[in-house]
């Protein structure tokens, strides 16, 4: 493959900057491209290691059945050829190099997805700054401790009687 490979970096590109949704806005676009042709590269990875592991064992199998005896095979069957691929170390490099690019795919679909979530918290972001929501800090009047401050007031005014002063 002559690809070359996205520079990626997930945790930075999936974070959000409160205090600059509009440029977190203007990236996003760019980010879905961006992840979505890692995703794609990634696929096309694991589809060569994929290819690479089965021709790995084509030529094992093949070689096992020209000489079994330098497999350690007496009788050639189906379960001897099978496990006796499975052992074979070149076989079991393919194998490892699959399943790491597997992974590496499976990741980029999930850096996908988390840019998608993203994008959804964008957009809820940007609803609550509509309803200001990260207005400057305003404490709601607390009426059950208005009026209860009320009513001690009129209890000790009830109490003080006012007589007329006599000069």
């Known amino acids: 493959m002559d690809r070359k490979k996205t520079e990626v970096n997930w945790e930075e590109d999936v974070s959000i900057d409160q205090s600059a949704l509009d440029v977190e806005w203007l990236e996003q676009p760019r980010l879905m491209f961006k992840y979505g042709q890692h995703q794609a590269e990634c696929k096309a990875m694991m589809d060569l290691r994929k290819?690479?592991?089965?021709?790995?064992?084509?030529?094992?199998?093949?070689?096992i059945r020209e000489d079994p005896g330098k497999y350690g095979i007496t009788k050639i069957t189906e379960s001897a050829i099978k496990n006796a691929v499975l052992l074979d170390g070149d076989y079991q490099s393919a194998q490892e190099q699959y399943n790491e690019a597997r992974y590496e795919y499976e990741m980029a679909k999930v850096a996908v997805v988390a840019l998608d979530q993203k994008k959804t918290a964008l957009e809820n972001l940007v609803k609550l700054h509509g309803q200001m929501y990260f207005a400057g800090p305003s404490v709601p009047r607390d009426l059950s401790k208005e009026w209860e401050k009320r009513?001690?007031?009129k209890r000790v005014?009830?109490?003080?009687?006012?007589?007329?002063?006599?000069?």
Request: aromatic content about 4%.
């Open 157 to 167: 005014d009830a109490g003080v009687h006012i007589s007329p002063r006599k000069n």
């Open 51 to 63: 290819e690479q592991m089965e021709t790995q064992w084509a030529e094992v199998d093949g070689d």
């Open 151 to 153: 009513e001690k007031g």
